[in-house]
């Protein structure tokens, strides 16, 4: 396995990964100083490297490095100690990180994370290349849209959708739809002009 990426968010993916057995075998990173956690060899080319996971926290980040790569395996990552309904999907190159519930009917996206104890209820739709931070709560019937950032600790009632490309400060509390491209914030959640 390798990662695209040598930052803290790739330790963590790399711990999600050991939690299961996996060894990582390399991580790729375009800055010459990137310096190796625990010994990982740091490479500058992904060219031949497979399956891989674009381990980069910004959405729009990680959507241009997946464009960058072109056709390249992507595989996912969920922590040991993650809980999954077995109805549940996760895309290719997505991560589950310790501690989070993902329930029935739940489907991530492919390149999202799923962070630190972060609750996805049933039903939810969560697109392509979003970030649900630390401990966000999304209850049921959810739709997240491609390449939205949901701050930490935030709670987003049932039912709510959520546009592609939208930023949701963190520890807002969501209680009406967000159109596509908003910024918004608070509790209750608003739509910033």
Known sequence: MYLYG?????????EALESR???????????????SPDGVPVLHSAEGLSPMIVAV???????????KLGPVEYATAVHRSAILSPSASVGAGSVVMAGAILQAGVHIGRHSIVN?????????????????????????????????WIGAGTTVIQGIRIGKNCYV?????????????????????????
């Open 116 to 148: 630190t104890g972060a609750s996805v209820d049933h039903d939810c739709v969560v697109g392509d290349f979003v970030h649900i931070a630390p401990h966000c709560t999304l209850c049921g019937g959810v739709k997240v849209g491609e390449g939205t």
């Open 169 to 193: 400060g963190a520890g807002s509390v969501v209680v009406k739809d967000i159109p596509d491209g908003a910024l918004a914030y608070g509790n209750p959640c608003r739509v910033q002009e």
């Open 6 to 14: 040598a930052s803290g968010h790739a330790k963590v993916i790399k």
């Open 57 to 67: 926290g910004d959405c729009a980040v990680r959507r241009k490095i997946v464009e």
């Open 21 to 35: 057995g996996v060894k990582v075998l390399g991580l790729v990173d375009d800055n010459p100083q990137a310096a």
